[in-house]
């Protein structure tokens, strides 16, 4: 099915309440300085191993500096000031990049990534930010009912879209009337379309659409977006987006962006917290080889790439 990315219709089909600020609307594919605190240890590396000396400083943030291809890697006392510093480097990316281009495109997944978004919706982003630019996309989508449990709008409506003022009009869901094949095609027809609009940038070295801001959490099997270790799905460079039916993790049919489409990024975030997910990132930053590449390593943006950790995500290093 072709998508036209109109407007959103002023006739919305609402959901049940579920404790946010207002009704769920359906919105369709076609719409369109951290503060001081205790001491905590700061981390120095050379740039071929991750082994490090500690110097004791009083900040709640230390760098971990990485081989450039490895990116920026950020480690924080808490998750609480991981929250708040990703929430001061999304919005002054997102006011930066408004002012040049008149538009911000940041994309989302789903789990706690979307939880450790909440200092965005408090002082002083909800009024300094300007919402109008916001263009909102998922990196991966459960090819479920918005209503569903599952769904990652839903999460994503809950704990931060029903709390800003970004335009219906600017959140690009799937269509989940379609199969998961539908789906997939349907949201790359509105992402070119999206891009002939210039709405979207586009990378000029791949091709492919290149997003101001990819927010995203990894799971504790080292899996990104929906493209999981070892699937097929992983080798994909031609589509940018693609479907999946048989998911390792359920529900089994999903859609995903692409590698190519990650990678072509400006800004890459990816947000990991907790030591259930340690071995995987020491397996990605830390001076270890093994036999399967897990697809967080497999992140390689044309722009910059920051890890954000707290101590038990960074516990392995």
Not at 279 to 292: F, H, I, R
Request: charged share 20%; aromatic share 8%; glycine share 6%.
């Amino acid at each position: 099915m072709a998508s036209t990315c109109r407007p959103l219709s002023p006739h919305l089909r609402t959901l049940p309440d579920y404790s946010v600020a207002r009704s769920l609307p359906y919105i369709p594919l076609t719409s369109r300085s951290f503060a001081v605190k205790p001491p905590f240890t700061s981390l120095s590396v050379n740039s071929n191993s991750l082994r490090f000396r500690f110097g004791t400083i009083r900040a709640s943030m230390a760098e971990i500096v990485t081989p450039k291809s490895k990116g920026k890697v950020k480690v924080f006392d808490t998750e609480e000031d991981l929250a708040v510093s990703l929430a001061e480097y999304a919005a002054d990316l997102a006011n930066k990049i408004s002012k040049e281009r008149g538009s911000f495109t940041v994309v989302v997944s789903g789990g706690s990534l979307v939880k450790s978004l909440r200092k965005l919706v408090e002082q002083p982003y909800i009024d300094s930010v300007d919402w109008s630019k916001w263009h909102v996309f998922w990196v991966d989508e459960r090819v479920v009912p918005k209503d569903h449990p599952d769904s990652n709008y839903l999460l994503a409506y809950n704990e931060f879209l029903s709390k800003v003022p970004i335009p219906a009009g600017n959140v690009y869901a799937i269509n989940d009337a379609l199969s998961a094949e539908g789906a997939a095609d349907d949201y790359e027809t509105c992402l070119k379309h999206l891009v002939k609009t210039k709405i979207l940038d586009q990378s000029q070295s791949s091709g492919f659409p290149k997003f101001d801001l990819m927010l995203m959490g990894m799971g504790p099997d080292g899996h990104i977006a929906s493209l999981f270790p070892g699937h097929p799905l992983l080798q994909e460079n031609k589509k940018w987006v693609a479907s999946i039916k048989d998911s390792p993790k359920p529900p089994p049919e999903r859609i995903s962006f692409t590698l190519p489409v990650i990678n072509s990024s400006a800004n890459i975030a990816l947000v990991v917290a907790g030591a259930g997910k340690a071995t995987p990132v020491y397996t990605a930053l830390g001076d270890v080889s093994n036999s399967e590449v897990l697809p967080v390593q497999l992140v390689a943006p044309e722009g910059e790439l920051t890890w954000f950790l707290d101590k038990g995500a960074a516990s392995k290093l």
